[in-house]
């Protein structure tokens, strides 16, 4: 754990640096630490300018945005991976598993095809999506409650439904689109994407992963706890239904504002906890840690991937990690069979 956390982080800077000077036009390394030292006020004296306007504006403000708006993305849903496998006690078990998504998804497709949330000004995309995820898991907790506790069973039951039933609204929606072009852009957006990336869309899912991350690493051995069983938890002294109702909230908020700023992009909640806990063990001081800085890394390499392979088209991101999470899951479900 020692190595393992200054390795992520180093390789975490790395993966930053490199990303952002990759691409349709190639910036190297060291041009593009040049031009981020020069837009920190006491480095900027000392830097001189040996690159054209078309590298500072490819590097500041097109890829770098992207590039931590993919590592805030990628740690926020390994961390609502990780708080989601605690919750129902189960290692397949991902972000999306309560119909968060799919909420997000109708509500965003909504707003793009048919402009209902048009009076949100430039925000609408990201704010639709949240108010879409937030009424998804509203409903999925009101029924998964039984006599004030949440009823396991019924909250993942309740979850696939409100999932099926949001996926054939934005079906509907979908069919119904007055535009092929506002359909294209709304399949793009629900395969997931950080192409929109705005230095302004980074302030609000950095604050809440911070705060969301926090709160978990505050409760690790409650989480540890949790993974007993509701009976040992409690005897160890834990209060149960209060920290089942936090995790659904965490989880929630988490993969509501991520989806917001990125659409759809599965798996990843799915795969980084579980390879965290085959590197690190199961307790959640470390495996928060370290799945938050293996999520950040991986979107962002992966995100590389998306726009390079058939450049200078880009894919969903959404699609290349479902690719990579697909086969993953199967290998899973076949090591759970085996053990």
């Not at 890829?63 to 390994?78: C, N």
């Not at 798996?267 to 690190?280: A, C, I, Q």
């Not at 390499?301 to 697909?326: C, F, K, Y």
Request: with cysteine; charged share 10%.
């Amino acid at each position: 754990m020692k190595l393992i956390v200054p390795a992520l982080l180093a390789l975490s800077l790395l993966s930053i640096l490199f990303a952002i000077g990759l691409g349709p036009v190639s910036v190297d390394a060291a041009t593009v630490m040049k031009i981020i030292a020069s837009k920190i006020p006491f480095l900027s004296g000392s830097v001189e300018k040996t690159w054209t306007q078309l590298d500072e504006n490819i590097v500041w403000i097109l890829r770098l945005p992207r590039v931590l708006l993919g590592i805030i993305v990628g740690a926020s849903l390994a961390v609502t991976g990780v708080a989601m496998q605690a919750l129902v006690r189960n290692s397949l078990a991902d972000p999306f598993i309560l119909g968060v998504s799919s909420g997000a998804a109708a509500a965003a497709t909504l707003g793009m095809l048919f402009g209902v949330f048009a009076f949100l000004g430039k925000y609408t995309l990201s704010i639709s999506a949240f108010l879409g995820a937030a009424a998804s898991i509203t409903i999925v907790y009101i029924i998964s409650r039984v006599r004030g506790r949440i009823n396991m069973t019924q909250l993942l039951l309740s979850g696939v439904v409100i999932a099926m039933i949001m996926d054939s609204l934005t079906n509907i929606i979908t069919l119904s689109a007055p535009n092929a072009l506002g359909l294209h852009n709304a399949a793009f957006w629900m395969s997931g994407s950080l192409a929109g990336a705005k230095w302004s869309y980074l302030t609000l899912p950095l604050i809440v992963m911070l705060i969301c991350m926090m709160t978990l690493m505050i409760r690790y051995r409650a989480l540890n706890g949790l993974l007993l069983g509701d009976e040992t938890a409690g005897t160890l002294g834990f209060h149960v239904a209060r920290l089942q109702k936090l995790l659904v909230i965490v989880a929630s908020l988490l993969a509501g504002v991520t989806i917001a700023v990125s659409g759809s992009i599965g798996f990843v909640g799915l795969m980084v906890p579980h390879l965290t806990r085959l590197l690190v063990g199961s307790d959640h001081k470390r495996v928060l840690i370290v799945s938050a800085l293996m999520g950040g890394i991986l979107v962002v390499w992966t995100d590389v991937a998306a726009r390079m392979i058939i450049a200078p088209q880009e894919l969903p991101i959404g699609l290349l990690t479902s690719l990579i999470g697909g086969p993953f899951f199967i290998w899973l479900l076949k090591r759970g069979s085996r053990t």
